[in-house]
């Protein structure tokens, strides 16, 4: 099942960009939402997590305190702000979903989006 990213662009050092995540009822793809960025490469890296049921979120050493990751009030459509961006924040943004008890965790997503490009320029 595919889920649809879209917010990604060009911003300077500093600034930010919000990323949405259609990412279709959790009856159907799965109750935890994760964003993952990839520069070509290099290893996937998960940047957050949320568990759509529980509100319970997850975010890599690497982003915490300039990302929040949220849901809408229909849990269909996951956000990641990104503020405060850095160079390093250039890569392939791509979300992701699945079942999960309680955790979600940063592996086994069975269900992914295309990606939206992210680009910071120093």
């Known amino acids: 099942v595919l889920l649809v990213e879209s917010g990604g662009g060009s911003v300077q050092a500093g600034g930010s960009l919000r990323l949405s995540c259609g990412a279709g009822?959790?009856?159907?793809?799965?109750?935890?939402v994760g964003w993952f960025r990839q520069v070509p490469g290099q290893e996937r890296e998960g940047v957050a997590t949320?568990?759509?049921?529980?509100?319970?979120?997850y975010y890599a050493d690497s982003v915490k305190g300039r990302f929040t990751i949220s849901q809408d009030s229909t849990k269909n459509t996951v956000f990641l702000q990104m503020n405060s961006l850095k160079p390093e924040d250039t890569a392939m943004y791509y979300c992701?979903?699945?079942?999960?008890?309680?955790?979600?965790?940063?592996?086994?997503?069975?269900?992914w989006g295309q990606g939206t490009q992210v680009t910071v320029s120093s």
């Open positions: 009822p959790y009856t159907r793809n799965g109750n935890c």
């Open positions: 949320i568990n759509r049921l529980s509100d319970r979120l």
């Open positions: 992701a979903a699945k079942f999960a008890p309680a955790t979600c965790g940063m592996s086994d997503y069975a269900n």
